[in-house]
């Protein structure tokens, strides 16, 4: 009556030995380790590279753990802090400054346990200690830039068709283009009409001004708001990238804010500095005529740049264009050959330079280079086929459809597109993340050392059937946060030690199902039969609107409140696993091979 097949209880006891795998990781600790990362997205770490630290560390005579390959990053792992700080400065000056050397932790599982993918769970920058920044983006700023650039286009598109008109002013979130006739703002409008498509036009008079009224459409107001918030977003992470920090989290909050968590960065002041600081993005003519001279010095007028594949490129100091008059660049596809491209759309002076420099120099090669803290890096440079006219610019040639939309987000995200406004600062101390990591232990393990207590003296032999099947939830719950890579942070902790009391109630209903079945005048095994049967119903029924909560948590909240609901649904599952298979299973062992029961031991 209460047995298992033989399939059910291997089913079990996969699971568990499963869970048991992947919660092993989180109790061997961490060590310090270093992680070198590419510099820019054109590069890649490979086994070159890997070759190099290997050799730098080896010359040092540095005493290293593990040195081994990790996706595009290469990562060594040391006993202590102070060699781990030496074996930073030492890369540091091995690989130069086209690597970032980031100091990390990693975790000390054993190599059997990671080939097996089963890897520690992140901890959170309340657990680790770091810098917290929520920025807003000035939407404001990123719809004035857009319309005072679309004034510069409306006039220089004027001009080029010959068409009269008496100004263009602006008026709040319109644009007023004046006329002298009616013939005139009949052309202006058929053609603005076909240049500017985001603009919705109306034809109007007002004081006894002929007016061509251009006023953006939402969709493109809310397009232009979007790609403010993913510049910024780009153009942080490119930033951060220069504090050495291994795991950044920098990520959209809402419509408008941005957060930034920098675990193990304690300098409040640089992280600012860093965050806000500018770029700027130039411009020029390669110079194909001359070679570098001896000693690597750059011919006079000229300047020395490296491209992203890390040649040196002479390129002439007089500047064509900036970054300021780049209005969008997108990524697309050339439409000769269908090969990925990118679209550049420049404003009304940036287009009238850009047609005279393409003009002038036909079959020479043209660079595009991005300044950041004095460093210039050279994007593309590629070869003028013709004159480009129209402030519409392609950049094409042996590049991925990946490399194109980088190209063209680096091209947007050399500067903010909006200014940003840190409204939100948190600094968080290593201690009080090792402090907070310590209380939430103790508290799961106080909790869970109670509800033992109780269950045990209360239902006997079926109370620590109970303890065990949450032994078997915690375990299960841990292994499938450590599997799915989740931050851990403190509202997490909170849901572990409250998913514990909200398991243990389902076996609390099973167990006093039991004993009304044997009030009842059952049978011992009918009723342990009965009472899991019977209670079954009502556990899916508590615990599906418990997961209904959950979810709607993680759905509509943000943050620490996702990281709590994502804690909270899994061990809802895991609980009814637990408290219903895995405890009926113990029970089944205990009780069910007796044929003639007279009794149980459920207080």
């Given at each position: 009556m209460n047995?298992?097949?033989?399939?059910?209880?291997?089913?079990?006891?996969?699971?568990?030995?499963?869970?048991?795998?992947?919660?092993?990781?989180?109790?061997?600790?961490?060590?310090?380790?270093?992680?070198?990362?590419?510099?820019?997205?054109?590069?890649?770490?490979?086994?070159?590279l890997l070759g190099r630290v290997e050799d730098a560390l080896k010359t040092a005579s540095l005493n290293v753990e593990m040195v081994a390959l990790d996706g595009n990053s290469i990562k060594a792992r040391f006993a202590d802090t102070d060699v781990q700080l030496k074996a930073k400065d030492i890369l540091k000056a091995q690989l130069g400054d086209d690597y970032v050397v980031a100091l990390n932790l990693l975790p000390r599982s054993p190599q059997w346990l990671t080939s097996l993918h089963a890897l520690p769970m992140y901890l959170g920058l309340d657990l680790r200690g770091g810098v917290h920044f929520l920025l807003q983006v000035d939407m404001k700023a990123a719809l004035d830039k857009a319309l005072e650039a679309a004034t510069g286009d409306i006039r220089s598109a004027l001009r080029e068709e010959n068409i009269a008109y008496a100004g263009v002013v602006r008026d709040g979130n319109r644009l007023l283009v004046k006329f002298r006739d009616d013939e005139s703002r009949s052309k202006a409008e058929e053609q603005l009409k076909q240049r500017f498509s985001d603009y919705e036009l109306t034809a109007k008079d007002q004081a006894g001004e002929l007016l061509l009224q251009a006023t953006l459409k939402p969709t493109a107001e809310h397009r232009i708001q979007e790609s403010a918030v993913q510049q910024n977003l780009l153009t942080l992470r490119n930033r951060v990238n220069e504090l050495g920090v291994a795991e950044p989290v920098i990520q959209q909050q809402g419509a408008d804010r941005v957060v930034v968590q920098l675990p193990g960065v304690q300098d409040?002041?640089?992280?600012?500095?860093?965050?806000?600081?500018?770029?700027?993005?130039?411009?020029?003519?390669?110079?194909?005529?001359?070679?570098?001279?001896?000693?690597?010095?750059?011919?006079?007028?000229?300047?020395?740049?490296?491209?992203?594949?890390?040649?040196?490129?002479?390129?002439?100091?007089?500047?064509?264009?900036?970054?300021?008059?780049?209005?969008?660049?997108?990524?697309?596809?050339?439409?000769?050959?269908?090969?990925?491209?990118?679209?550049?759309?420049?404003?009304?002076?940036?287009?009238?330079?850009?047609?005279?420099?393409?003009?002038?120099?036909?079959?020479?090669?043209?660079a595009i280079i991005l300044f950041e803290k004095g460093k210039g890096e050279i994007i593309t440079a590629p070869v003028i086929r013709e004159e480009i006219g129209g402030g519409r610019v392609q950049i094409s040639g042996k590049m991925s459809t990946e490399e194109a939309q980088d190209t063209s987000l680096l091209l947007r995200a050399g500067a903010?597109?909006?200014?940003?406004?840190?409204?939100?600062?948190?600094?968080?101390?290593?201690?009080?993340?090792?402090?907070?990591?310590?209380?939430?232990?103790?508290?799961?393990?106080?909790?869970?050392?109670?509800?033992?207590?109780?269950?045990?003296?209360?239902?006997?032999?079926?109370?620590?059937?109970?303890?065990?099947?949450?032994?078997?939830?915690?375990?299960?719950?841990?292994?499938?946060?450590?599997?799915?890579?989740?931050?851990?942070?403190?509202?997490?902790?909170?849901?572990i030690a409250l998913t514990l009391g909200m398991a243990i109630d389902s076996n609390v209903l099973i167990n006093e199902r039991i004993r009304e079945e044997l009030r009842n005048g059952m049978s011992p095994q009918a009723a342990i039969n009965a009472g899991y049967d019977s209670a079954?119903?009502?556990?899916?029924?508590?615990?599906?609107?418990?997961?209904?909560?959950?979810?709607?948590?993680?759905?509509?909240?943000?943050?620490?409140?996702?990281?709590?609901?994502?804690?909270?649904?899994?061990?809802?599952?895991?609980?009814?696993?637990?408290?219903?298979?895995?405890?009926?299973?113990?029970?089944?062992?205990?009780?069910?091979?007796?044929?003639?029961?007279?009794?149980?031991?459920?207080?």
């Open positions: 047995r298992y097949p033989l399939w059910k209880n291997l089913l079990i006891l996969a699971a568990l030995l499963a869970g048991l795998i992947y919660t092993l990781p989180n109790f061997y600790g961490e060590s310090p380790a270093v992680q070198i990362l590419p510099l820019r997205s054109s590069m890649k770490a490979d086994a070159a409040t002041a640089r992280a600012k500095d860093i965050l806000g600081r500018t770029a700027t993005l130039e411009v020029r003519m390669v110079d194909d005529e001359h070679q570098i001279g001896a000693g690597g010095v750059a011919p006079f007028g000229t300047e020395m740049f490296k491209d992203r594949e890390g040649n040196t490129l002479l390129v002439k100091k007089q500047v064509m264009l900036t970054g300021e008059r780049i209005n969008d660049a997108q990524p697309g596809f050339d439409n000769r050959n269908n090969e990925p491209a990118v679209h550049i759309n420049l404003d009304g002076v940036g287009a009238r330079k850009f047609k005279e420099a393409t003009r002038e120099n036909v079959g020479k090669r043209m903010l597109a909006a200014p940003m406004e840190i409204v939100e600062e948190r600094t968080v101390g290593p201690s009080l993340g090792a402090d907070n990591i310590a209380r939430g232990f103790n508290s799961t393990k106080i909790g869970f050392i109670m509800i033992a207590v109780f269950m045990a003296a209360y239902y006997m032999i079926f109370g620590t059937i109970s303890v065990l099947a949450l032994a078997a939830n915690l375990l299960l719950l841990v292994a499938l946060l450590s599997m799915l890579q989740a931050t851990l942070t403190l509202p997490g902790m909170a849901g079954f119903a009502t556990i899916v029924d508590s615990n599906i609107t418990n997961l209904i909560a959950g979810v709607a948590l993680f759905l509509f909240g943000s943050g620490p409140i996702k990281g709590f609901a994502v804690v909270l649904c899994l061990g809802i599952l895991t609980s009814m696993f637990s408290s219903v298979l895995v405890s009926r299973a113990i029970a089944n062992l205990v009780y069910g091979r007796r044929a003639r029961l007279t009794s149980i031991s459920i207080g």
